[in-house]
C-alpha cells in the first residue's frame, strides 16, 4: 500500500485524487464528484474508499428532507448533524443505494463512519418525535448494512465505532470476511491535542484487539508539529499498524 489521502471536503477532493498514485489509497466522499473523475483515479491503480455515514444525518445532504423524520437527537460538536434511527428499512435500502453508487464509480471499499450510534442509543435523550430503538435492533440495522455492502462488493472499514465492531466479532464466526479493516481517528492526538491518557489507552486497546482479529489497521492523527508527527509514526510502528494519516486540520482535505 501506498500513501494514505483521506479527503471528505468537496473543495478538495479533485486534487486529492490528482496527486494520488498507483496503490495510494484515497477515503473519500464522493457527494458531488463526478464519477469520471473517481472511475480515472482508480483507472490508474489508485485504491478509493467512499464515504457513508450510517448513524447520523447531515442537514447538508440532498436526501435530508427526506430522512429527517428519523432524527433521534442532535450530535455534539458537529453542527446540523444529527443521530438518527438506522433501523428503518428506507434508511438501510438508502445505504445500499450508496453503496451501489459508489461501487460504479470504481470505488473498493467504505467508510462506514458513526455506527458509534450503537453505543450512543444507551445515552441519548430524545429530542424529536422519533422513539430512541433498542440496542439489539440497531445492532441488527448496521448489520445487515455491513452484509449488504460486502454483497455489493465494497470492503467495509468503520470508522470507530469498537462497540459495534467488537459486538459484530463476537456474534458473527466469519467476522473478519466483512470488516477486514478498520479506522481510528485521535488515538493520540484529537482537535491539536495530546488525547488524554484513559482515552489512549482504550483505543490503543481496541485497535490492538482488531489487529489480532486479523483486520488491518488505519488511523487518523491530528497533529501538526514534528515532533508530535514523529510520536505518531513511532508508536504506530511500534504496534505494528499498518496505515496512518496526518491531518493538519480538522476537516480531511486530502493533503
Avoid at 8 to 36: H, N, Q, R, W
Avoid at 122 to 131: D, T
Avoid at 220 to 239: D, S, T, V
Amino acid at each position: 500500500m501506498g500513501n494514505l489521502y483521506y479527503c471528505f471536503e468537496e473543495d478538495y477532493v479533485k486534487s486529492a485524487l490528482a496527486k494520488s498514485k498507483k496503490s495510494d489509497l484515497a477515503v473519500i466522499d464522493t457527494d458531488g464528484i463526478p464519477a469520471s473523475t473517481i472511475k480515472a483515479a482508480a483507472g490508474r491503480g489508485v485504491y478509493v474508499y467512499g464515504y457513508i455515514n450510517v448513524g447520523a444525518l447531515e442537514d447538508g445532504r440532498s436526501y435530508y428532507q427526506k430522512f429527517k423524520y428519523l432524527r433521534l437527537a442532535k450530535y455534539d460538536g458537529w453542527d446540523g448533524e444529527y443521530w438518527i434511527d438506522p433501523t428503518a428499512q428506507d434508511w438501510k435500502d438508502h445505504i445500499a443505494e450508496l453503496g451501489k453508487k459508489i461501487k460504479a464509480t470504481g470505488a473498493i471499499g467504505v467508510y462506514f463512519d458513526n455506527s458509534d450510534i450503537y453505543y450512543m442509543v444507551r445515552h441519548l435523550k430524545k429530542q424529536y418525535s422519533r422513539s430512541i430503538p433498542t440496542r439489539t435492533s440497531v445492532y441488527k440495522a448496521l448489520r445487515d448494512m455491513v452484509r449488504e455492502l460486502n454483497d455489493i462488493g465494497l470492503i467495509v472499514m468503520p470508522n470507530g465505532g469498537d462497540d459495534f465492531v467488537r459486538t459484530f466479532f463476537a456474534a458473527e464466526w466469519d467476522a473478519v470476511k466483512y470488516i477486514p479493516t478498520i479506522n481510528q481517528e485521535g488515538l493520540l492526538y484529537e482537535d491539536f491535542k495530546a488525547q488524554s491518557s484513559s482515552e489512549r489507552k482504550y483505543r490503543t486497546a481496541y485497535v490492538d484487539w482488531a489487529k489480532k482479529q486479523g483486520c488491518y489497521i488505519r488511523g487518523i492523527e491530528y497533529c501538526k508539529k514534528p515532533a508530535e508527527i514523529a510520536k505518531c509514526k513511532a508508536y504506530y510502528k511500534l504496534h505494528g499498524w499498518q496505515g496512518l494519516y496526518i491531518s493538519k486540520h480538522k476537516d480531511l482535505r486530502g493533503d
